[in-house]
């Protein structure tokens, strides 16, 4: 068994695993920060904004991802080293913890990161919400006005996007926009972060 500086059994592996996890902590609340910021463009029209705030969301998912996978090879050595499978939870890993501040501290790692993790799940949700909103009103320009026939009835009406090509490239580059964010945004599931929590 490892001891750690201080002499207790393990103690120095939790420290790294509670840094990891503040790392990871800090990501998924930046995460949080960017789609929340995504939304805020998002409902108030900004959807050529979009392009920036989706590549924002894009670049700390990464991160994200990569403090993932670094805490997930320190908490499999911690679960290996404390006599659990090397996939553990993290509330199977805080039951097994070193005695002293680790346990009360791992549950508190996993607390905030089920809340963090629930609020980026819902506001990621409302993201594609109201991109897909944008989308179908990209996808149906508005109406010009209706012009009367030789015959005196009223013609269809005539799309002013489909008149202006200036409009088109614009209503073109909306929809990009659109669809890069949706895809991203969908992106946020974080799978292996919920199977770590043991939400899954």
Not at 52 to 81: C, G, H, P, Q, Y
Not at 93 to 108: K, R, Y
Not at 157 to 172: E, G, H, I, K, R
Request: aromatic share 4%; proline share 6%; charged share 20%.
């Amino acid at each position: 068994m490892f001891l750690g500086q201080t002499g207790e059994w393990g103690t120095v592996g939790a420290d790294e695993l509670s840094a990891l996890l503040w790392r990871e902590r800090r990501q998924l609340e930046l995460l949080l920060y960017r789609l929340e910021t995504q939304l805020l463009h998002v409902r108030a029209g900004n959807s050529h904004w979009l392009k920036f705030a989706a590549a924002d969301v894009e670049k700390v998912l990464d991160n994200l991802r990569f403090d993932t996978l670094a805490r997930n090879i320190e908490s499999s050595a911690r679960a290996i080293e404390w006599r659990l499978p090397a996939n553990a939870t993290l509330p199977m890993i805080a039951s097994v913890a070193p005695p002293g501040i680790w346990p009360e501290l791992l549950q508190d790692h996993h607390r905030e990161l089920v809340l963090v993790l629930k609020q980026v799940e819902s506001t990621a949700a409302a993201n594609v919400e109201a991109l897909l909103t944008g989308q179908q009103r990209a996808g149906n320009p508005p109406l010009g006005s209706v012009q009367p026939a030789d015959n005196g009835v009223p013609a269809a009406p005539v799309a002013v996007a489909q008149t202006d090509n200036a409009d088109d490239v614009m209503l073109l580059a909306e929809s990009a926009n659109i669809e890069r964010a949706l895809a991203v945004t969908r992106d946020c599931s974080l799978p292996l972060l919920k199977e770590f929590l043991g939400l899954e």
